[in-house]
Nanobody, 124 residues
Framework: QVQLVESGGALVQAGGSLRLSCAAS????????MGWFRQAPGKEREFVAA????????YYADSVKGRFTISTDNAKNTVYLQMNSLKPEDTAVYYC?????????????????WGQGTQVTVSS
């Protein structure tokens, strides 16, 4: 079993920055890749970024490329999402997930591990 707990969501002005954290636990957590997703009201869940614990491999949605950075602290079993130059359209509930690297990017689903989400609101 893998448990994921997100934190760091807040209300921020457009152009501002925010860092989300995902604390991961479980004996097998390091065997999975980690990802961030988001879901805005009335919209489907959207992939944001993915990373391998082993480092070196990251992947971003085009909508956040150059503004968001995903990273890990392997000693703390924590995944971060640094969000810069935030826009109102970034407003959503952000979720952390664990699964296979390719699966996170191409076909995430209920069979993956998910956190409870953290709200990010960007005001204009």
């Amino acid at each position: 079993q893998v448990q994921l707990v997100e934190s760091g969501g807040a209300l921020v002005q457009a152009g501002g920055s925010l860092r989300l954290s995902c604390a991961a636990s479980g004996r097998t957590v390091k065997s999975y890749a980690m990802g961030w997703f988001r879901q805005a009201p009335g919209k489907e869940r959207e992939f944001v970024a993915a990373i391998r614990w082993s480092g070196g491999s990251t992947y971003y949605a085009d909508s956040v490329k150059g503004r968001f950075t995903i990273s890990t602290d392997n000693a703390k079993n924590t995944v971060y999402l640094q969000m810069n130059s935030l826009k109102p359209e970034d407003t959503a509930v952000y979720y952390c997930a664990a699964s296979g690297y390719v699966k996170l990017i191409t076909s995430p689903g209920r069979d993956d591990y998910w956190g409870q989400g953290t709200q990010v609101t960007v005001s204009s």
